[in-house]
């Protein structure tokens, strides 16, 4: 078992930057896959960054791509979303999670950490 606890989202202005981070307990990181996932209201949940176990290769959504850096420390068990120039539209709650590298759907979640940005 992951036990997943997001902190630092906020309020912040458009155009400024906040970090996000995914404190992990229970399993060492280094055996999954880690991802951030966000949900605005009214709208489904959509897939934001993720990075894999190994070899530390990182995947983001376009609408964030330029904009958000996802990294892991895994000697501190911790998944971090750095983000920049942000946008209203990226407001949303803001979820980690992670997976079994052979799994194809995330199989623990953290509660999530809201992000608003005003225009």
């Known amino acids: 078992q992951v036990q997943l606890v997001e902190s630092g989202g906020g309020l912040v202005q458009a155009g400024g930057s906040l970090r996000l981070s995914c404190a992990a307990s229970g399993r060492t990181l280094t055996d999954y896959d880690m991802a951030w996932f966000r949900q605005a209201p009214g709208l489904e949940r959509e897939f934001v960054a993720a990075?894999?176990?190994?070899?530390?290769?990182?995947y983001y959504a376009d609408s964030v791509k330029g904009r958000f850096t996802i990294s892991r420390d895994n000697a501190k068990n911790t998944l971090f979303l750095q983000m920049n120039s942000l946008k209203p539209m990226d407001t949303a709650v803001y979820y980690c999670?992670?997976?079994?590298?052979?799994?194809?759907?995330?199989?623990?979640w953290g509660q999530g950490t809201q992000v608003t940005v005003s225009s």
């Open positions: 999670a992670a997976k079994v590298p052979q799994h194809n759907e995330y199989d623990y």
């Open positions: 990075i894999r176990w190994i070899v530390f290769s990182t």
